[in-house]
């Protein structure tokens, strides 16, 4: 089993940064892909980032090419998502997900409110 701790959340104004970071349990945290969602109220947990074990690429949503990036650190089991140029649209819980082959692992989220 493996734990997940999201933080790094809270309140920004629209233009504003916020870098969100995830622990993980696992001392074979390398083995995972890493990837971070968001839930917005009234829609559907979307894929905003993907970072792969093995060679740390990465992926985007379109809604946030440009804007976000995700890293991962192996030696502090911690993987993050540097948020520029927020707007109101990004506001939204944002969840870490640990996965290797059919496991699949969840933090409990951070919630991210872009206002002014």
């Known amino acids: 089993q493996v734990q997940l701790v999201e933080s790094g959340g809270g309140l920004v104004q629209p233009g504003g940064s916020l870098r969100l970071s995830c622990v993980a349990s696992?001392?074979?945290?390398?083995?995972?892909?890493m990837r971070w969602y968001r839930q917005a109220p009234g829609k559907e947990r979307e894929l905003v980032a993907t970072?792969?074990?093995?060679?740390?690429?990465?992926n985007y949503a379109d809604s946030v090419k440009g804007r976000f990036t995700i890293s991962r650190d192996n030696a502090r089991n911690t993987v993050y998502l540097q948020m520029n140029s927020l707007t109101p649209e990004d506001t939204a819980v944002y969840y870490c997900?640990?996965?290797?082959?059919?496991?699949?692992?969840w933090g409990q989220g951070t919630q991210v409110t872009v206002s002014s």
């Open positions: 696992e001392s074979t945290f390398s083995s995972y892909a």
């Open positions: 997900n640990a996965q290797r082959g059919g496991l699949r692992y």
């Open positions: 970072i792969t074990s093995t060679f740390g690429s990465a």
